[in-house]
């Protein structure tokens, strides 16, 4: 009902009117009318709107009384409205107005200004920044402060600061709360700047400021803000050394937040070097900072090249009790400055909860201000030569023991290029750490950071970009770990080798091994993850949808982007649609894949088109024809009907394969009974074979392909090997004999399989445990679906049938089994029964 008459409102409004505003009825009785173009104040909306949104029009002049018709307006949104001129009483009749934003106009708060505040008498929120342009901004301006004097309800202002700002002993009787000052052109900052400010400021912007100039700068500007609790100077081009001296007046009281980020000055290329000064902090620079109680303090991207001993985290700093929060990113100090003061301060650290030390840029190389000979001596830490991995003749490593602040929760130190290779940190008591980002992380060595067992309760870890190398074979248990990040990490290296070093992780929710060179992910690695619901696997080199996937119940997202995918087989759509549930969809991203758009795989094309789940914001997806030629899914789905007709013609193919096949077989039998020499026998069915092959595309670069365990070996090379090139002449490709070191095992083994006609699985009890099993069964499901693959043989050595792995045994319906028993390995039988399958296909 509330619904209908709303309709009815925005309808009428619609159909009566010139404009097209949105007038929405809800808790605030509203009008949209941002971005129309309109050249004037419509006239024409209901009487009673509390909320008026003409923001990005092209008003130009506001004239008398435009507003009078809405005195119930309480905010007014005039930004970017292209604003020149206000009349003496453009803005009559306004006297509920609380919020109005003018900024991004072309106003004069002298002149224009003093016509709208005069107006707007209960104003809380006030935002006239961004007015006029920088060149403009130069001179004195006169702050109309009689008229802001009549504000006595505005708390925020949002205001421009011009070269030389006036601002009158008006200003005394505000009660602001907030002041920022935008568009900052202020040449100099003296004792008296902002003298007539009310004492009630709790929050200074005065960022962005980048004309002051050094011999301008006196220490007491900031003095007439004795409350104020928010201060931020970011961007304010007068170098940290500047921002930390306007603290003065702030000596022995608080802060909730400092914000001294990005105070570097724009490189001065008339000098000769284009290098920014760099900061070395001193116990004089920090000498005010010392003494206030900060909650939040961010120092970012101030290039501070060291700490010298006794100036930052030292005991001299009162309040470190006080500090949350800290923010030392993109300076240029390794960690070990600042290491070697927390050694002693880091339990007064007792509420540090958020430490981030990310994006040094610049690798650390001089240990000119390094206390390190001075500590040394003291024996606060010992060289560490035992450590194979890492002991660098060159660079002896040194461990740092740095016990961590007692209530730390949050780590980030991504994208660090400094130190590490000089220090090792030890961090002890490690287990209020719930949150760590270390990912880029530029290590030689791991872990640069110890992480305590028994103290581990990680919830989150980022690895990106670290070889996993490094450390996969001394990962820590994390048993509280549900995010896991390891993008572009090498994991194919933890995968080859067979260390599943997320054995490690058994709780995690979330796991990301996006660019990881995968060919092929093991259940093994997967299947202990009972908790799992996102995965990513992006950009790997995968074939198909991981069958590992399958043991995970509750997963609800998957992202395969950016593989190698062909086709998702009926057995995984089925699966997605399980894992929905009566709230959740399941997310599944495939795109960045070349899809297969041949008969064979049409029925994923359909699913495509009609399936619940939830898929890529794009629906289309990449795909190839049966002939070679590159479309999308959208165009295939659209011409549907006509593209599969062709199908018929492969189904040709396929039965004149048949025929060939069928005849041979016939045949067989009579040539046998004449005892016709095998060979011969081979040789006209090789011929036929070639001539249907050809018919088809394919061409082969082996025959057969085999695959067995450590325990098949004798036998293979004994026995079958012999059989198959010298009685049999077929060309074989053997994993130790025809793969060559030095390129990627996942890439021989595709290739070897996707060009071999058949292949033999040699299964004996151990067959499993070789590296590379389930990927080889995973290449023979492909192969197969592909139809390159012919013929799949298992050959059961020393094992039951019943006793195959399961891996194996999902590609049953497809294979030949030929038991050979135990004692007798040259069975005449069994061997003739594989020849038989082998060179024909059935
Ligand atoms: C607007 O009002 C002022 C006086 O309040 C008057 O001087 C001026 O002429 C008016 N402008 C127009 C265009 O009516
Ligand atoms: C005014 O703006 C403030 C801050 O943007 C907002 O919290 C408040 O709800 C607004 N008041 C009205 C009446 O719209
Ligand atoms: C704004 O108005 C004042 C007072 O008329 C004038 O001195 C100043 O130059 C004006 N500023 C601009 C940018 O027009
Ligand atoms: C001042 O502005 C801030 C940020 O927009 C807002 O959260 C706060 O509510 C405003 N204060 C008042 C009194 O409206
Ligand atoms: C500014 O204030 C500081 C601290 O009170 C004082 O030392 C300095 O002399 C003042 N500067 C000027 C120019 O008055
Ligand atoms: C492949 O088949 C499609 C549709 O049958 C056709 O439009 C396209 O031209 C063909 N491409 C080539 C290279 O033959
Ligand atoms: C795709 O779905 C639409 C609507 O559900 C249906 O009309 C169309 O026939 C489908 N196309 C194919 C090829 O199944």
Same mark, same amino acid.
């Given at each position: 009902m509330k619904f209908s008459s709303l309709l009815l409102v925005a309808f009428l409004l619609h159909s009566g009117t010139t404009h097209d505003c949105v007038i929405i009825n809800g808790s605030h009785f509203r009008a949209d009318c941002h971005n129309l173009n309109l050249t004037d104040i419509p006239q024409d909306l209901p009487k009673d709107i509390e909320f008026l949104d003409l923001s990005e029009n092209n008003l130009g002049v506001i004239v008398n009384k435009s507003f009078a018709r809405y005195s119930h307006l309480k905010t007014l949104e005039l930004q970017y409205s292209k604003i020149h001129t206000v009349q003496p009483e453009g803005f009559d009749d306004l006297d509920n107005l609380v919020n109005v934003s003018l900024a991004g106009n072309e106003l004069n708060i002298s002149t224009d200004g003093l016509f709208v505040l005069k107006s707007i008498r209960n104003i809380i929120n006030l935002d006239f920044s961004s007015n006029t342009d920088s060149s403009v901004k130069t001179g004195y301006l006169f702050y109309p402060d009689t008229a802001f004097q009549q504000l006595t309800k505005l708390r925020n202002l949002s205001i421009d600061l011009y070269e030389h700002p006036v601002f009158g002993p008006g200003f005394r009787y505000l009660k602001l709360h907030s002041i920022q000052f935008k568009r900052c052109s202020i040449k100099a900052l003296r004792n008296n700047t902002f003298v007539y400010f009310p004492d009630s400021v709790i929050e200074l912007h005065l960022t962005e400021c980048k004309l002051i100039e050094d011999k301008n700068i006196e220490i007491n500007l900031l003095y007439p803000f004795p409350q104020l609790s928010i201060l931020s100077l970011s961007g304010t081009s007068i170098y940290l050394t500047k921002g930390l001296e306007l603290l003065y007046p702030f000596r022995n009281k608080s802060l909730e937040i400092l914000d001294l980020s990005h105070m570097v000055k724009p490189p #001065?290329? =008339? /000098?000769? &070097?284009?290098i920014p000064d760099a900061i070395i902090l001193t116990t004089e620079k920090t000498q005010y900072l010392k003494t206030i109680c900060v909650k939040t303090l961010a120092l970012a991207d101030n290039n501070i090249v060291d700490i010298l001993p006794h100036s930052f985290f030292d005991s001299d700093w009162k309040h470190l009790d006080c500090l949350e929060h800290i923010d030392l990113s993109g300076n240029r100090f390794g960690f070990s400055s600042l290491g070697f003061q927390m050694r002693k301060t880091s339990p007064k650290l007792s509420n540090l909860k958020i430490f981030d030390f990310s994006y040094i840029p610049l690798r650390y190389k001089s240990a000119n201000y390094l206390p390190v000979t001075k500590d040394l001596k003291a024996n606060q830490f010992r060289f560490k030569h035992e450590d194979e991995s890492c002991s660098d003749a060159a660079h002896s490593i040194l461990t740092l023991n740095v016990p961590l602040p007692p209530r730390l929760e949050f780590v980030r130190i991504t994208r660090v290029l400094g130190a590490p290779p000089l220090i090792k940190l030890n961090l002890? #008591? +490690?287990? &209020?750490? @719930?949150y760590l980002d270390m990912s880029y992380y530029d290590v030689k060595c791991f872990p640069v950071i110890f992480i305590n067992e028994t103290e581990n309760n990680l919830e989150y870890l980022d690895l990106s970009g670290i070889d996993c190398e490094l450390y996969y074979k001394n990962i820590p248990f994390f048993r509280a770990l549900k995010t896991l990040i390891m993008r572009g990490s090498h994991f194919y290296r933890a995968v080859e080798n067979n260390i599943n070093l997320l054995l490690n992780a058994p709780n995690l929710t979330k796991l990301d091994l996006s660019s990881n060179s995968l060919f092929t992910i093991p259940s093994s690695f997967l299947k202990h993850l009972k908790s799992l619901a996102t995965l990513r696997l992006s950009h790997n080199y995968l074939n198909n949808v991981p069958s590992a996937i399958e043991d995970l119940r509750n997963l609800r997202s998957l992202d395969l982007t950016g #593989? @190698?995918?062909f086709t998702v087989f009926p057995n995984f759509t089925s699966w997605f649609h399980s894992q929905r549930t009566i709230n959740t969809t399941f997310h599944l991203q495939i795109l960045g894949n070349d899809f297969s758009c041949s008969c064979e795989h049409q029925g994923f094309i359909r699913w495509l088109n009609t399936t619940k789940i939830t898929l890529d914001k794009v629906k289309s997806y990449k795909c190839r024809l049966a002939n070679g030629s590159s479309t999308t899914t959208q165009v295939v789905l659209h011409n549907f009907h006509s593209l599969f007709t062709n199908c018929y013609a492969t189904t040709w193919l396929y039965i004149g394969i048949s025929i060939v096949i069928s005849a041979f077989i016939i045949i067989l039998p009579t040539a046998v009974i004449f005892n016709f020499r095998w060979r011969i026998l081979f040789f006209l069915y090789r011929k036929f074979r070639k001539i249907v092959e050809s018919n088809m595309n394919l061409s082969y670069e082996y025959d057969v392909f085999v695959s067995y365990g450590y325990n098949g070996y004798t036998w293979v090379q004994g026995t079958l090997i012999d059989k198959l090139e010298t009685d049999w002449r077929l060309n074989v490709c053997l994993e130790d004999r025809n793969f060559i070191g030095g390129k990627s095992n996942y890439e021989q083994i595709a290739h070897a399989i996707s060009s071999s006609r058949h292949i033999i699985f040699v299964v +004996? &009890? =151990?067959?499993? &445990? /070789?590296?590379?099993a389930a990927y080889e069964i995973d290449q023979a499901k492909e192969a197969k679906s592909c139809r390159t693959l012919q013929k799949v043989i298992l050959v059961a050595l020393d094992i039951c049938i019943q006793d195959i792995p399961t891996d194996l045994r999902s590609i049953w319906s497809d294979v030949s089994v030929i038991e050979l028993s135990d004692n007798n390995r040259d069975d005449q039988l069994s061997l003739e029964n594989l020849r038989t399958r082998l060179l024909l296909n059935f």
């Open positions: #001065n290329y =008339d /000098k000769q &070097s284009s002890q #008591n +490690t287990a &209020s750490v @719930r #593989n @190698r995918i +004996t &009890s =151990d067959f499993m &445990s /070789k590296p590379f």
